[in-house]
T-cell receptor, first 114, second 114 residues
Framework: GAGVSQTPSNKVTEKGKYVELRCDPISGHTALYWYRQSLGQGPEFLIYFQGTGAADDSGLPNDRFFAVRPEGSVSTLKIQRTERGDSAVYLC????????????FGQGTRLTVV | AQTVTQSQPEMSVQEAETVTLSCTYDTSESDYYLFWYKQPPSRQMILVIRQEAYKQQNATENRFSVNFQKAAKSFSLKISDSQLGDAAMYFCAYSGGSNYKLTFGKGTLLTVNP
């Protein structure tokens, strides 16, 4: 597709369950970012991939959160033992790479933990 | 750490009028970029305008312009001839030095009245 695609658009899960959120970046974009946007807040950085490797995962809040990008394209954000505080919109962005190149965002996945 | 502050949670403007959204930031770096993003209800973050810190000239994109005051660490967005489609959340963001990740403010909700 022409833009960044995130699936699912919405996800409701029970506390304690495991969830996976998927991001399809723009074709050819080597850099991929995950952000989390809580209600009434701006997005907060979680993790950055350059190619297949996580170049910076300093924003992941704890070890329940993990992300992969095995082939340097699609990325999956994985959350184990979900908590109600994990409820948020998870945004993915991609860019051509390089410092301060424009990042293009997807429409996000709204995760609700009940 | 860099911080971005948007002091106006909400703003409103009459259609065809001009509105200015405020943003201040804090950084010790000399090389950085500043951005304004628009987030409509679809949740997708859309880049409105960007400013390189080393450029003294204020960036302009059609009806959107910025007032970049580097010494004051201020970066306001002016929207001229406001249109109904401009109604959205607006986020100010910073990306600095060797960084690639964006630091966002809390956002300003802009309402455009017909």
């Amino acid at each position: 597709g022409a833009g960044v695609s995130q699936t699912p658009s919405n996800k409701v899960t029970e506390k304690g369950k495991y969830v996976e959120l998927r991001c399809d970046p723009i074709s050819g974009h080597t850099a991929l970012y995950w952000y989390r946007q809580s209600l009434g807040q701006g997005p907060e950085f979680l993790i950055y991939f350059q190619g297949t490797g996580a170049a910076d995962d300093s924003g992941l809040p704890n070890d329940r959160f993990f992300a992969v990008r095995p082939e340097g394209s699609v990325s999956t954000l994985k959350i184990q033992r979900t908590e109600r505080g994990d409820s948020a919109v998870y945004l993915c962005a991609s860019s051509r790479g390089g410092k301060n190149t424009e990042a293009f965002f997807g429409q996000g996945t709204r995760l609700t933990v009940v | 750490a860099q911080t971005v502050t948007q002091s106006q949670p909400e703003m409103s403007v009459q259609e065809a009028e001009t509105v200015t959204l405020s943003c201040t930031y804090d950084t010790s770096e000399s090389d950085y970029y500043l951005f304004w993003y628009k987030q409509p209800p679809s949740r997708q973050m859309i880049l409105v305008i960007r400013q390189e810190a080393y450029k003294q000239q204020n960036a302009t994109e059609n009806r959107f312009s910025v007032n970049f005051q580097k010494a004051a660490k201020s970066f306001s967005l002016k929207i001229s001839d406001s249109q109904l489609g401009d109604a959205a959340m607006y986020f100010c963001a910073y990306s600095g030095g060797s960084n690639y990740k964006l630091t966002f403010g809390k956002g300003t909700l802009l309402t455009v009245n017909p």
